[in-house]
């Protein structure tokens, strides 16, 4: 008889292995409590051979066990099968021009990817100490941002605003204007009506034929609209492994809070800030730091923050400054006024500008800020016809070239400017 190699051998083992089963002791909202299975945390569980479940929390009468589908149907005494690990997703170059659902599965109708290789959604962060420092302009095509809130290669910025105020169309010219190779952009939580009109309205066959999209609708169980960030991040992990320059917007870092918020709750976390309990504030560093560079190449995250009643010092929006590496503030009295991109730019701030600017550009950009802060002062003095020129030369300047200015500032969403292009305006709008 052939001796059989070790890789045979390892396989006969496993198909010979006993099956190891539990039951579904309880079903209450979201959780269910699983009796007889040993898994980890984060885990993924088999109920009946069809619903998926993610292991919460372990206590002395079972596992907490969140499903990844609808309860509807499920029973106590059902079967649980451990599926052997976490939640993986398949990776590889055919994702580009794809849409996934939160566990990284096909949405578009396309072909399948079983193919590919797959990955643990879970990763670690690169060293502190591997990290190439960021010193490179990343071109976004957006005027505002390019010129006033300088985005570098690796760098991680927050747009803040409040519902309905453009983050998602900004997100889409972004996508469609930025220098970066890959475009991995995550949808949580978002309206199922707004999914197709982003990806075929904002986004286009050019934006999607470079981008990966993610996707979790509002209806989705809440670990999946949690998982669809992890799936999102990993993803742009692998083609930044690869030695790419990508870009993670992510919309919104709120309701992936609000899901693990859900997900706390049910496992029996005590409520803490505005009810969110202590492990959503744990979760935010442990996802955003993953972004940024690396040895091999650098993920540029964006991540919009959906603030409560336009408060930006809600528990959320406030977390996500500290952490991240500057932030956009998106304004309400723009957008009614019509102004797009509605950006708030005296309220911005990138933490890299000085390494990635030249002192030339830096000088040009405060200029402008100098202006942009000269008229906001007089404006109301203005328009009860009580300024009187000359008080003040830069608001004078102001006025006199705010036309140009707000020219500059706005932008359609099909128009993208180069980064070159954009700070030759700029040095010619701000030259007296």
């Known amino acids: 008889m052939s001796v059989l190699t070790a890789a045979v051998r390892e396989q006969a083992l496993a198909v010979a292995a006993p099956l190891h089963l539990g ?8 959780q269910l409590r699983v009796t007889g299975l040993r898994a980890a945390i984060g885990d993924l569980v088999e109920i009946d051979g069809s619903v998926l479940a993610e292991v919460a929390a372990g206590t002395p009468d079972g596992l907490v066990c969140l499903p990844l589908a609808q309860t509807a149907g499920l029973r106590v005494g059902a079967t649980v099968r451990h ?4 939640l993986t997703v398949g990776v590889g170059e055919e994702l580009l021009g794809r849409v996934l659902d939160g566990l990284g599965r096909v949405a578009d109708g396309g072909a399948p990817l079983a193919h590919l290789p797959r990955v643990s959604v879970q990763n670690s962060a690169p060293a502190a100490m591997s990290r190439p420092r960021i010193d490179t302009q990343l071109g976004l095509g957006v ?3 390019d010129a006033l809130v300088p985005v570098g290669r690796g760098q991680r910025l927050g747009i803040m605003a409040g519902s309905g105020v453009g983050k998602s169309s900004l997100l889409s010219m972004i996508a469609r204007g930025t220098d970066a190779e890959v475009s991995v952009i995550a949808l949580v939580g978002e309206r199922g009506r707004e999914v197709r009109e982003f990806i075929e309205n904002d986004l286009g066959p050019e934006g999607l034929a470079r981008s990966v999209v993610v ?4 209806d989705a169980p809440p670990v999946e609209r949690l998982r669809a960030a992890f799936v999102a991040t990993r993803i742009a992990e692998f083609f930044r492994d690869a030695g790419r320059e990508v870009v993670l917007m992510m919309d919104s870092l709120t309701r992936i809070a609000m899901a693990q918020r859900e997900i706390g709750l049910s496992a029996g976390e005590p409520p803490a800030t505005r009810g969110y309990p202590p492990s959503v504030f744990a979760l935010m560093p442990q996802l955003l730091e993953r972004a940024g560079t690396s040895p091999e190449g650098s993920i540029t995250g964006l991540y919009t923050v959906l603030v409560e009643g336009d408060d930006m010092q809600d528990p959320i929006g406030d977390t996500a400054r500290s952490i991240l590496d500057g932030h956009i503030v998106l304004s309400r009295r723009l957008a009614t006024s019509g102004h797009f991109p509605s950006i708030d730019v ?3 701030i990138s933490r890299v500008t000085s390494a990635v600017t030249s002192p030339e550009q830096r000088g040009d950009a405060t200029a402008l800020r100098r202006m942009l802060a000269a008229h906001r002062d007089v404006r109301e003095l203005v328009e009860i016809g009580a ?3 000359g008080a003040d030369a830069d608001a004078d300047l102001a006025l006199a070239r705010m036309p140009q200015i707000n020219a500059f500032l706005q932008q359609t969403m099909d128009d993208s400017t180069p980064v070159t292009e954009t700070w030759q305006r700029l040095n010619g709008l701000v030259a007296r």
């Open 215 to 218: 996707v979790a609708t509002s």
């Open 23 to 30: 039951r579904v002791a309880e079903v209450i909202g979201l």
């Open 83 to 86: 599926t052997g690990g976490p």
């Open 346 to 348: 005296l309220e911005s």
């Open 387 to 389: 300024y009187v020129s």
């Open 143 to 145: 005027r505002a941002l």
